[in-house]
Nanobody
Framework: QVQLAESGGGLVQAGGSLRLSCAVS????????MGWSRQGPGRQRELVAE???????NYADFVKGRFTISGDNTKATVDLQMNSLKTEDTAVYYC??????????WGQGTQVTVSS
């Protein structure tokens, strides 16, 4: 059973930084994309950032210039450095993985709370 384990969430003041990390519990040899999505209070889940096995990166407009995604497909890990956090970044952040065969996996989520 493939599991994605997130860590690094927590409480931070607006303007602060957090780093999220995600690791896959067992070897996967066909990763197409790894990334992060989030779901804020009363909002739909939305893409934050993703990185392909070829190294292409896609950011949501609302995090460009503030968040940086990095990944290592050989180790099946992906990190999200979040700087200049805003109160509207408060959400549960989910690590995501899609294989070359199109199968999707989600982590349990880690809470990020940004206070004013």
């Amino acid at each position: 059973q493939v599991q994605l384990a997130e860590s690094g969430g927590g409480l931070v003041q607006a303007g602060g930084s957090l780093r999220l990390s995600c690791a896959v519990s067992e070897g996967i040899f066909s990763i197409a994309v790894m990334g992060w999505s989030r779901q804020g209070p009363g909002r739909q889940r939305e893409l934050v950032a993703e990185i392909t096995s070829a190294g292409r990166i896609n950011y949501a407009d609302f995090v460009k210039g503030r968040f940086t995604i990095s990944g290592d497909n050989t180790k099946a890990t992906v990190d999200l450095q979040m700087n200049s956090l805003k109160t509207e970044d408060t959400a549960v952040y989910y690590c995501t993985l899609r294989t070359l065969l199109g199968k999707n996996y989600w982590g349990q989520g880690t809470q990020v709370t940004v206070s004013s």
